[in-house]
């Protein structure tokens, strides 16, 4: 075991995050993992008072101590983001912008890996109908890796484009048929931009995952038979870099669009599957549905330098103020498992994670998500259990 001492940057951010975030921490402490906590300022009361939901001072603690643990964030469209700005901001022409996406975009925090496995015991894993009218639970173990900086979440977007975007466009014939005759003030334009150092980057990590872990095939999960310039480069890559370093894994190839409507016939049959930001969003939410919803789904976004780990449940501002935590604290728990594999501490997330599964199995301490109920302030007076007891289940398996 690496016996150094260690400093986490904390980032609760908004909502439920502090609560998870806090239960998490309980847990890694008398799991013995010895380490100190630092917090850092995020997320939308940073935006409401200074203008900036990301202050420059989070990141340097980030530059200093190099790994983030970060509970979960509000985001909102652009004009109620600026109706909730400080009065004495609103002329300065600010402009909200997700702090998670600043954050892998300042640190190229470029590889993000979503797993979705399947705990058994949990109510809420996925069932099918089988041959005869047979039931059947597939085991679920997919690893999506998506890559974080570029595509449709690089941020380059224009409404009512300046005269060296609309010309620069306006020289490619599908855009002069299709919007030529449009008024200049009706278009709104985002960009999907990949770049082959990245596009290798995720796809090498990608087939390294495959290799380490025992999985069979890496599935490049994308759309090059219409978005053939992006999607198209990146299955070339995949192609180019499994027959030259990993002719042992073999490379699959699916359509979103497809993938998602294969996603309840054969989960069971995927291992690594590798995708752009929007598709690989859209993928791993649609896997960790399989696996019991967002109260499961863990993250690592990966950096050279820094790293930054959490759950991909949004903020869910409507149970922030409950007296009583109610939202289950796993996925965020199964983050910093991810953030105690990176940094060479397996064998405390292995115990971990050992005792999630035997709560799981166990199935006397249940949140209400997996109890199949409303999330309500009084789900814990109808026998669910709160993030706090889920959290003390865990402990005890311990």
């Known amino acids: 075991m690496n016996m150094t001492k260690r400093t986490i940057v904390a980032l609760p951010g908004d909502g439920i995050g502090r609560h998870v975030l806090e239960e998490c921490i309980r847990v890694l402490d008398k799991a013995g993992f010895d380490a100190s906590y630092v917090e850092g300022d995020i997320g939308w009361e940073f935006w409401k008072s200074e203008g900036n939901p990301l202050p420059d001072r989070t990141i340097e603690l980030l530059e200093k101590h190099k790994i983030g643990l970060f509970g979960a964030i509000t985001s909102k469209p652009k004009d109620a983001a600026f109706a909730e700005l400080d009065p004495g901001l609103k002329e300065k022409g600010l402009v909200y912008s997700s702090p998670i996406v600043g954050l892998r975009q300042h ?46 979440y690089g941020g380059v977007e224009w409404s009512n484009p300046p005269d060296i975007v609309y010309n620069g466009l ?7 048929k299709n919007f030529g005759t449009v008024p200049r003030e009706e278009l709104s334009i985002s960009t999907r931009i990949f770049t082959k150092k990245a596009t290798e980057r995720i796809l090498r990590a990608a087939f390294a995952h495959a290799v380490k872990f025992g999985y069979k095939s890496v599935t490049v999960c994308e759309k090059p038979n219409v978005i053939r310039e992006t999607s198209g480069m990146m299955y070339k890559m995949a192609q180019e870099i499994q027959a030259a370093d ?8 699916t359509n979103i669009d497809a993938q998602m409507m294969w996603l309840t016939k054969n989960p069971e049959t995927y291992g690594v599957i590798v995708a752009g930001n929007m598709f690989g969003d859209i993928v791993s939410d649609g896997f960790a549905g399989l696996i019991g919803g967002l109260g499961f789904a863990c993250s690592a976004n990966l950096g050279e330098e ?12 409507k149970y922030a103020d409950y007296s009583e935590s109610i939202v289950n604290p796993i996925a965020m728990v199964e983050s910093a498992c991810m ?13 971990i994670r ?5 709560v799981i199995m166990e199935g006397k301490v249940r949140t209400y998500d997996m109890m199949k109920m409303t999330g309500r302030a009084d789900v814990i007076k109808n026998g669910a259990a709160s993030t706090r007891q889920m959290a003390e289940a865990i402990i005890a398996k311990l």
């Not at 990993?246 to 190839?253: D, Q, S, Y």
């Not at 953030?339 to 115990?351: K, N, T, V, W």
Request: charged residues 20%; glycine residues 8%; aromatic residues 8%.
């Open 339 to 351: 953030m105690l594999d990176h940094i060479g501490e397996a064998e405390i997330s292995g115990r």
């Open 246 to 253: 990993f002719p042992g894994i073999e490379l699959w190839n």
């Open 107 to 152: 640190f190229n925090l470029d590889v993000c890996i979503r797993p979705c496995k399947t705990y058994t015991g949990n109510p809420l894993n996925f069932i099918r109908r089988g041959a005869g009218d047979s039931i059947e639970e597939p085991e679920v173990d997919v690893a999506i890796f998506r890559q974080n900086t570029e595509g449709l």
């Open 170 to 176: 306006a020289t490619h014939p599908k855009f002069k």
């Open 306 to 317: 820094v790293s930054v780990f959490e759950p991909t449940h949004g903020s869910a501002p």
């Open 354 to 358: 050992s005792a999630i599964a035997q």
